[in-house]
């Protein structure tokens, strides 16, 4: 990373000891600026930049910290794979909007749709079982051919996505 004169390199220290800032000070010989925090939540005020979007999304109880990579629901972690951290982080950008297999194919994969919707119904099928762990109240929602959407439920409310049908009394 480079300074604002884009000549000034910056030394990033997080979770490092008073010793260990200094040999790197010592080391960098006055060449760089250092930016020391204790951790990461130290570091986010240093590093957000009002002109980027917040590292942080909160939509009811889940909360989605892009910067730490962690997902909760009302307090509790969601486990999940990487991948699937950038899936529920863009449906969760817009809870509500459906996202087309294409959205979500060149924004979480960085490559374009090719017709084959295999990967993406994979990761939305993980990614269901995960946040299942946790609650019942987030719902991923299949949209026929075109995609998915994330939706939050109120407490108690219950919504089936594909009812199933009633058996005729004989």
Not at 13 to 40: L, M, N, Y
Not at 43 to 70: A, C, H, K, Q, V
């Amino acid at each position: 990373m480079t300074g604002p004169d884009r000549e000034t390199p910056y030394v990033i220290c997080v979770g490092t000891s008073p010793d260990e800032i200094a040999a790197v000070t010592r080391a960098v010989g006055g060449k760089a600026v250092i930016i020391a925090a204790q951790d990461a939540m130290a570091l986010r005020p240093l590093l957000d930049n009002e002109d980027s979007p917040p590292s942080t999304t909160r939509r009811g109880p889940l909360t989605i910290d892009r910067m730490l990579r962690r997902i909760t629901w009302d307090g509790a972690t969601i486990d999940v794979s990487p991948r699937e951290f950038d899936l529920l982080s863009l449906l969760a950008s817009d809870t509500g909007r459906v996202w087309t297999f294409q959205e979500i194919t060149a924004t979480v994969w960085k490559m374009p749709f090719l017709g084959d919707a295999d990967m993406v119904l994979s990761a939305v099928k993980r990614l269901r079982r995960r946040v299942l762990v946790v609650t019942t109240e987030l719902r991923i929602l299949s949209v026929r051919g075109i995609g998915f959407r994330l939706t939050l439920l109120a407490a108690g409310e219950t919504r089936c996505e594909h009812p199933l049908p009633r058996s005729e009394p004989a």
